[in-house]
């Protein structure tokens, strides 16, 4: 029911996936620490207009972690909204955010974090060859119309560590026309990931990524 939540310092464990709804910000303090217990579903699911705030606040997953830390699905948007009443309500958001709003509208925003994923020993690296998972995943299909793209996501001061498949993918399935992920900026540091970036169907992107190659022990 709130614009802004802020969370303040300290290790938070999550049991399930925490959403961002539309035109909401989550701001969490420069010391707070999100330790997600789960390995098969997203740590953080953001809808259209979402804005998370990290403050160089760090996200712990765990090893085997083989979903989406940060998940960006156009075709979640679509899910929780009324599908027969898009033009008047949206069931998700908060006001004045009601109506089914100009494609810019679908943006997401984060800012500053950290998410890492330690081995056993505690090093941000696979240590046995084997990487799952995404640190960010952007993901639009055309088969989710007419929630089916993004327009204008800004990522900036994202660092990822840790044995992931992809630190960043970008993943549009389907006709570029009508499957798009559009204009969008983002700046991060990458470290051990099997594949850093990958961009898929995207258009108009600008990315600025610093990687660091870590292979496994093996």
């Known amino acids: 029911e709130n614009r802004v939540v802020f969370v303040p310092g300290g290790t938070y464990v999550l049991s399930g996936t925490l959403v961002i709804r539309a035109n909401c910000c989550l701001e969490l303090s420069q010391d707070t620490v999100l330790k997600p217990t789960q390995t098969d579903a997203h740590v953080i699911t953001m809808l259209r207009l979402a804005n998370l705030k990290g403050n160089h606040a760090t996200i712990f997953v765990p090893y085997t972690f083989s979903a989406n830390v940060i998940n960006c699905d156009g075709g979640e948007d679509y899910a929780l909204l009324d599908p027969d009443n898009l033009g008047n309500s949206n069931a998700t958001a908060v006001p004045p955010f009601k109506k089914w709003d100009p494609q810019w509208k679908m943006s997401r925003y984060v800012t500053d974090i950290n998410i890492c994923k330690p081995n056993a020993s505690g090093f941000c690296y696979s240590n046995d ?24 996501v800004s990522m900036s001061g994202v660092r990822i560590a840790g044995g992931f498949n992809y630190g960043i993918r970008i993943h549009n399935i389907g006709d570029h026309m009508k499957s798009w992920s559009h204009d969008m900026r983002i700046e991060a540091v990458i470290d051990g990931c099997k594949i850093a970036v990958s961009a898929e169907n995207a258009y108009y992107n600008r990315l600025a990524v610093s990687i660091q190659a870590r292979p496994a022990a093996d």
């Open 129 to 152: 060859g084997t990487c799952y998972g995404n640190g960010v995943y952007i993901h639009c299909d055309e088969a989710d119309w007419p929630a089916n793209y993004m327009w204008g």
